[in-house]
T-cell receptor
Framework: AQKITQTQPGMFVQEKEAVTLDCTYD???????LFWYKQPSSGEMIFLIY??????QNATEGRYSLNFQKARKSANLVISASQLGDSAMYFC?????????????FGKGTKLSVIP | NAGVTQTPKFRVLKTGQSMTLLCAQD?????MYWYRQDPGMGLRLIHY???????AKGEVPDGYNVSRLKKQNFLLGLESAAPSQTSVYFC?????????????FGPGTRLTVT
C-alpha cells in the first residue's frame, strides 16, 4: 500500500483564488511528521510547511496552511490568494521511523497551474 | 552559505559506463540522502547515511553504491549504467533524524543513459 497518496495529478486555479491540494497517508506509528514541498519548473525542491502528528493546531506559513485531520489521515495543503508563481509541482511527504532511522516518503505529486 | 551542492548538474553516459555523483553540504548535518525522481513517480530513496562512515539502503538501492567518508560529502556511484537509471538525482541533508527536521535539497543532477 502506498504510504502517501496524492489523488490529483493536476489542478487548475484562478489567480487570487484559494486551492486545496489533497494528501492522505498511511502509518501505524503514533509519532510522524508531514511535509509539503514545492518544485517549480526550475527543478529545485522548496520546503513549504510541516505538521507534527502531536501538533494540535494546523500549521500555517504565510499563504500556506495545512489542514490536518488525524483521524482521517489526511494532510491537505491550502494555498490562499494564488499567484502565478505558485504554478509548480507540489509533493506531500511523511517522515516516520523506519529501520532505526527517520526516512521521508514522498507522494507522486500534484501539478498546480495558476490561470491569470 | 552554499547549502547542499551537487556535481555535475548534467551528464550523459553510455550503457555500461560508470560515474560518481558528488553531494556536498556545509551545514554540518548528520543525515544525508540520495533520491531519484522519475516522471509520475515522485522521489524515491536510493541510499542514505546517518553519519560519517555509515550508509544504508533505501527503497531502490539496486545498481547504486554510496560512500560517506567525510561528514560533508556523500557520493553516489553507478558502476555499470543502464538506461533504467536515466533520472534526475537529488541529494538532501538534515540535521538529525528528528521527525520535525526538514530535509534540505540540492539542485539535482539530470542523468541520461543511452
Amino acid at each position: 500500500a502506498q504510504k502517501i497518496t496524492q489523488t490529483q495529478p493536476g489542478m487548475f486555479v484562478q489567480e487570487k483564488e484559494a486551492v486545496t491540494l489533497d494528501c492522505t497517508y498511511d502509518t501505524s506509528d503514533q509519532s510522524y511528521g508531514l511535509f509539503w514541498y514545492k518544485q517549480p519548473s526550475s527543478g529545485e525542491m522548496i520546503f513549504l510547511i510541516y505538521q507534527g502528528s502531536y501538533d494540535e493546531q494546523n500549521a500555517t506559513e504565510g499563504r500556506y496552511s495545512l489542514n490536518f485531520q488525524k483521524a482521517r489521515k489526511s494532510a491537505n495543503l491550502v494555498i490562499s490568494a494564488s499567484q502565478l508563481g505558485d504554478s509548480a509541482m507540489y509533493f506531500c511527504a511523511m517522515r516516520e521511523k523506519e529501520g532505526g532511522s527517520y526516512q521521508l516518503t514522498f507522494g507522486k505529486g500534484t501539478k498546480l497551474s495558476v490561470i491569470p | 552559505n552554499a547549502g547542499v551542492t551537487q556535481t555535475p548538474k548534467f551528464r550523459v553516459l553510455k550503457t555500461g559506463q560508470s560515474m560518481t555523483l558528488l553531494c556536498a553540504q556545509d551545514m554540518n548535518h548528520e543525515y544525508m540522502y540520495w533520491y531519484r525522481q522519475d516522471p509520475g513517480m515522485g522521489l524515491r530513496l536510493i541510499h542514505y547515511s546517518v553519519g560519517e562512515g555509515t550508509t544504508a539502503k533505501g527503497e531502490v538501492p539496486d545498481g547504486y553504491n554510496v560512500s560517506r567518508l567525510k561528514k560533508q560529502n556523500f557520493l553516489l556511484g553507478l558502476e555499470s549504467a543502464a538506461p533504467s537509471q536515466t533520472s534526475v538525482y537529488f541529494c538532501a541533508s538534515s540535521p538529525s533524524g528528528s521527525i520535525s527536521y526538514e530535509q534540505y535539497f540540492g539542485p539535482g543532477t539530470r542523468l541520461t543513459v543511452t
